[in-house]
């Protein structure tokens, strides 16, 4: 009987540093050698992120492809490792994303490998994409769904729009977090810090309302550290320079080190997440672990990921009340449901044996 040969791609690759698909992978990964499932393991990785080009990572070969995993270049990317993986005689693909996804129909012609897609948020919604963008993901969103054998959606939110939309069903399989607990953390990467504080922490972008938190803390005693790519694009640089001053608010630079980074959760005593699109976002599962409250956009995806125990809000003045109304006993009720959602739901044991399920199952 021939062997599974199973391919992991999408991703910018393993061993992940940053983005919720390289966590993604690299957890799989991680769960493929702890696991010892007899199947081959390959992941596409991006040769411009790993330019000394291991071979292997852990249980996994790896396979390089000379382009970028993310921006114009990711449509490409996708396709070349998926062209790649079928011409090697991989028999089951698991695609992270739809950049590719318009391939798949002749990937389907020339292969009978089994096609698993993640098809990750509802990316065409996007408020950054324009309208030759949106209508090139949504078109990648529908092949992804036609021409899957099976697919993934990370929220209950996201399957909904799949079966609305494509009458037709989705795995829900959620990201883990209980990866951000693991490393011990560095004191020296908050010297410089308040001893306590609301964090917040995710791509500054204006779907993740960077600016609605920023207007609602800068009128707040609470201090706000506030961590991102600060100097990506027009709308973030002109934030930082707008609240670089102010004496409560932290303009923080992007913190991808683990031991920083869980010296920086550690001592915030509030969450706050601004997303409003995408689906089961990573920073929200990983901050859940930690066992403080939640204060989130209150759009569905993340209704669904709290289980509607978080507090929510849609506008500055919604968000400012929930911090001034936040008691000591509120704080530790809500933390509290929190980690315990976090514990049973978002743990990566219970989510590798979820994708290994459905990747392995026959054709």
């Not at 070349?80 to 991989?90: E, K, N, P, W």
């Not at 897609?117 to 090139?136: C, M, P, S």
Request: hydrophobic letters at 40%; aromatic letters at 10%; a neutral charge.
């Amino acid at each position: 009987m021939k062997q599974n040969r199973i391919a992991i791609l999408g991703a910018v690759g393993v061993p992940g540093s940053y983005g919720g698909f390289e966590t993604l992978a690299n957890n799989l990964v991680d769960y493929h050698g702890a696991s010892a499932l007899g199947t081959d393991l390959a992941v596409y990785c991006s040769s411009k992120a790993f330019p000394a080009k291991p071979q292997t990572y852990g249980s996994a070969r790896l396979r390089y492809v000379n382009l970028d995993a993310n921006g114009p270049q990711s449509i490409p990317y996708d396709v070349l490792s998926l062209f790649d993986a079928v011409r090697r005689g991989d028999t089951h693909l698991l695609l992270l994303g739809v950049s590719g996804a318009l391939a798949l129909p002749i990937v389907r012609l020339v292969s009978r490998a089994r096609i698993v897609t993640n098809i990750d948020g509802i990316e065409w919604k996007r408020e950054k994409w324009n309208g030759l963008a949106k209508a090139f993901l949504r078109a990648s969103e529908w092949a992804a769904v036609r021409f899957s054998h099976a697919v993934i959606a990370d929220n209950q939110a996201i399957a909904d729009h799949v079966n609305r939309t494509y009458r037709r069903s989705c795995e829900v399989i959620s990201y883990g977090g209980d990866h951000a607990l693991v490393a011990q953390p560095d004191p020296s990467a908050v010297a410089d810090l308040p001893s306590s504080y609301a964090l917040a922490l995710c791509r500054i972008e204006p779907e993740n309302n960077v600016a609605m938190i920023l207007e609602a803390f800068s009128a707040l005693n609470t201090p706000l550290v506030f961590v991102g790519n600060w100097g990506k694009s027009d709308y973030s640089r002109d934030l930082k320079w707008r609240y670089k001053d102010h004496p409560t608010i932290t303009i923080h630079d992007p913190v991808y080190e683990p031991r920083s980074l869980r010296a920086i959760r550690d001592r915030a005593s509030i969450y706050v997440h601004g997303h409003s699109a995408g689906g089961t976002n990573p920073s929200l599962v990983e901050m859940m672990q930690f066992g403080i409250p939640v204060l989130a956009h209150g759009c569905a995806f993340n209704r669904y990921t709290t289980e509607d125990r978080a507090l929510y809000f849609e506008t500055p003045q919604e968000l400012a009340i929930l911090v001034r109304g936040l008691s000591p006993d509120k704080s530790a009720e809500i933390g509290s449901d929190m980690q315990e959602i976090a514990s049973r739901r978002y743990n990566w044991i219970e989510i590798g044996k979820c994708y290994f399920d459905i990747i392995d199952l026959k054709n």
